[in-house]
């Protein structure tokens, strides 16, 4: 539309029939958003005639009419229609709009304008002339007369209109960054600060976090995205701001707070005043002050326990100082819990209280930290919603199980799941006091692995219970995964280096072991027929063999049966020297499932025919001897013919025989037995050794006094460097 037609425009919506109105004020809504036409508009008068009509009128031509204002707020005009007089008015009647209005497009305008109101910087171009005309405090009459209105801002969330759902959670997120970050610690009033989390709680308990819960783990993420990252980036915002409250006990609320925890833990009778019968009442989750505990009188008490909080798990007897890495965030943490499991807290500080004080588990210090695991690993302290809300524009839905961490939502349970599970930990590795950083560890990689890998759209009850079903064995694994892929990028080569030596090392620890198997000796059937059970055989005669001591030469010799002692190498009276070996060929399979024969040399033979299917394994060691007379070959060509064969009634005596002569000839081992026992023994020596080396041991810092500047002070221009 032109700028010269505003005058009619204007004409137009101030008509009496309300259909010349809709119709005008529907063009309007798609010109405003022009910042020339906007400013003739504004200067004709307009913003006067379009908030009449907010006031007066319903319908399309109300929806309209606030959709033309959100478009002008937008494009930063209009501002002053909040600044003039009857602005109370005006945003009292788009709250009434809210809690009484049905119709989705004019709730939607409405949200909208709330939006700006609410989000509009305090200080702008030109000086404010109404104090309080922007922000949460614009909003604080209206609310008063229409207190329900937070509950259907709320209830909105769960609306099919996604258009309508997002503003509501828009709203939302401009509330509570306003109150949040607008507290006495800005310079306000005293009393600020302890409004802002009760605003918090009230929205808490009308079950936002419930709804945006379910907002992040549905499919209507494409158009809910920025609002709901928004409110990640605020439920960051207010655990970094819970952290940054040291706890005080100058404070009353601080006081009350470590008071519950300790009546929660049944205290004897003679260190209160009355028997304790009080529970720990709510610390709101993440939100709340602190529980309005009743205060026990100081009259009659006694002198409390000089284990009084050593007992609870803190380290001094000034818990206080042991929040420093917590904050109050900490104590809410550990006050939740203390609420929620009660009689479970109780039962387990009985059950502490009878052990040795060096092998019980320090139930505060635990719970602080998984405090500090659950921070760090949701990288409270960084807040990249810019950057992420880029990432979403560039690469769409398949980041959104990326960007999106509805986890962090449920933070209290989450921190109590975590703390049961250092607790069974404790428990099942037989933890002491000194290894409280070992079970730490264990926990944050649990934590990593559970709630780092679960996707979006998984339920917090199935994290909770794995959880608390996480296998010890499988987190060890992970741990020496973990502890692998960290040295390998500190060290690299040094590791590499490692590896290969003891690689080495295990090769020659079997290769003793196979070895010195041959020296004991074992006996072999000669003869073998099977019955239906396979593993039972019978045998026309018996062979024994056993290495010389000086392994040199296999002996050995044949029996009807099998002796009750075994034969002296005196008695045997066959013998093979290893020199003359030329090879040893079995149909020992290199894997279990390969029925090939494999030789010495690491080379399959494929037989022309299939294999037939044998219950038996046979080691042929074979020699090269010279030609038969009938032999048409040359006078100097040898030929290698078998001198001993071997049929080991089980697969590991074959193992350890076959590869026990592989190796006494310098020759490779082939069976997956040995293979994975060389393996099996490399890989605990190298974990033994990266769980005796911490990541600082190669890093003896600097020298004393490096780094300091020398002062110039008496020196001139007249020097050099000294190469």
């Keep these: 539309m032109d700028q010269a037609d505003v005058p009619a425009l204007l004409s137009r919506l101030q008509s009496d029939e309300d259909a010349m109105r809709k119709m005008a004020v529907f063009k309007l809504q798609s010109s405003i958003n022009d910042p020339s036409f906007a400013d003739v508009f504004i200067s004709s008068g307009g913003l006067n005639i379009l908030r009449r009509l907010i006031m007066s009128t319903g319908g399309n031509t109300l929806a309209y009419s606030l959709q033309s204002l959100t478009r002008l707020l937008e494009v930063d005009m209009g501002w002053e229609i909040f600044e003039s007089i009857g602005a109370g008015e005006l945003v009292e009647r788009v709250v009434e709009l809210i809690v009484t209005h049905p119709l989705v497009n004019i709730l939607r305008g409405a949200m909208s304008i709330l939006v700006a109101v609410v989000s509009h910087p305090q200080a702008s171009r030109d000086a404010i002339r109404i104090p309080g005309a922007f922000g949460f405090r614009a909003l604080k009459p209206a609310v008063a007369v229409y207190p329900q209105f937070f509950e259907m801002v709320v209830s909105q969330l769960n609306s099919a209109d996604h258009a309508l759902c997002a503003n509501a959670l828009m709203l939302l997120n401009a509330l509570m960054r306003d109150a949040i970050t607008n507290d006495s610690s800005s310079g306000k009033s005293p009393g600020a600060v302890e409004e802002w989390p009760k605003f918090i709680k009230r929205l808490q308990d009308l079950g936002v976090i419930k709804s945006v819960y379910s907002l992040m783990q549905s499919s209507a993420l494409q158009d809910l995205a920025h609002p709901l990252l928004d409110y990640q980036a605020l439920t960051k915002l207010l655990l970094r701001k819970w952290r940054d409250v040291p706890v005080d006990?100058?404070?009353?609320?601080?006081?009350?707070?470590?008071?519950?925890?300790?009546?929660?833990?049944?205290?004897?009778?003679?260190?209160?005043?009355?028997?304790?019968?009080?529970?720990?009442?709510?610390?709101?989750?993440?939100?709340?002050?602190?529980?309005?505990?009743?205060?026990?009188?100081?009259?009659?008490?006694?002198?409390?326990?000089?284990?009084?909080?050593?007992?609870?798990?803190?380290?001094?007897?000034?818990?206080?100082?042991?929040?420093?890495?917590?904050?109050?965030?900490g104590m809410m943490d550990l006050t939740d819990y203390v609420r929620r499991h009660e009689d479970g807290f109780q039962k387990l500080l009985l059950e502490q209280s009878s052990k040795p004080l060096h092998e019980r588990c320090p139930i505060a210090r635990a719970s602080l930290a998984v405090t500090v695991i659950l921070?760090?690993?949701?990288?409270?302290?960084?807040?990249?919603?810019?950057?992420?809300?880029?990432?979403?524009?560039?690469?769409?839905?398949?980041?959104?199980?990326?960007?999106?961490?509805?986890?962090?939502?449920?933070?209290?349970?989450?921190?109590?799941?975590?703390?049961?599970?250092?607790?069974?930990?404790?428990?099942?590795?037989?933890?002491?006091?000194?290894?409280?950083?070992?079970?730490?560890?264990?926990?944050?990689?649990?934590?990593e692995q559970v709630v780092g890998q679960s996707p979006r759209i998984r339920d917090v009850h199935d994290v909770e219970e794995e959880l608390a079903e996480f296998e010890y064995s499988r987190l060890r694994d992970l741990q020496m995964e973990v502890l692998e892929l960290t040295f390998e990028d500190e060290w690299g080569q040094h590791l590499l280096q490692v590896r290969d030596e003891l690689k080495h090392e295990a090769l020659q620890f079997v290769k003793e072991q196979r070895i010195r198997s041959l020296l004991q000796g074992a006996w072999f059937p000669k003869s073998v027929a099977h019955k239906d059970d396979e593993s039972k055989y019978q045998s026309n005669s018996w062979r024994y063999v056993k290495l010389s001591r000086n392994r040199r030469y296999l002996h050995y010799a044949e029996f009807e049966s099998q002796l009750k002692h075994e034969p002296s190498l005196e008695t045997l009276n066959e013998k093979i020297d290893l020199g003359t070996i030329s090879s040893v060929v079995s149909n020992v399979s290199a894997s279990q499932d390969d029925a090939m024969s494999i030789s010495s040399s690491s080379t399959v033979k494929s037989p022309s025919h299939p294999p037939k299917q044998t219950s038996t394994t046979r080691i042929t060691i074979n020699s090269y001897i010279g030609r038969d007379d009938n032999s048409q070959s040359s006078d100097d060509e040898q030929i290698e013919r078998p001198i001993l064969t071997l049929m080991p009634p089980t697969h590991s005596l074959a193992s350890e025989w076959l590869d026990g002569l592989l190796m006494l000839l310098n020759q490779a081992p082939i069976t997956a037995e040995t293979n994975k026992l060389v393996s099996l023994v490399s890989e605990y020596g190298l974990k033994i050794r990266l769980l005796n080396v911490r990541l600082d041991d190669g890093y003896v810092g600097p020298v004393e006094g490096a780094g300091i500047v020398p002062s110039r002070e008496g020196l001139d221009d007249d020097y050099y460097y000294e190469v």
Excluded at 304 to 312: A, I
Excluded at 318 to 324: I, M, N, Q, T, W
Excluded at 394 to 410: E, S
């Design 249 to 329: 006990l100058e404070k009353q609320e601080h006081r009350r707070g470590l008071k519950g925890i300790h009546l929660a833990s049944a205290p004897e009778k003679k260190e209160v005043a009355r028997p304790s019968t009080a529970r720990a009442e709510s610390i709101d989750d993440r939100t709340e002050g602190l529980a309005e505990l009743p205060d026990t009188s100081k009259k009659g008490s006694k002198k409390h326990n000089p284990e009084k909080w050593r007992r609870l798990g803190f380290q001094t007897e000034s818990p206080a100082l042991e929040f420093d890495m917590t904050g109050f965030l």
């Design 375 to 447: 921070y760090e690993h949701f990288d409270v302290d960084t807040s990249d919603v810019e950057d992420a809300k880029n990432y979403l524009v560039l690469d769409g839905m398949k980041n959104y199980d990326k960007i999106f961490r509805p986890l962090l939502l449920q933070w209290p349970r989450l921190h109590t799941a975590s703390l049961h599970a250092f607790f069974r930990l404790w428990k099942s590795t037989g933890a002491e006091q000194s290894d409280f950083e070992k079970v730490a560890e264990l926990v944050r990689i649990l934590v």
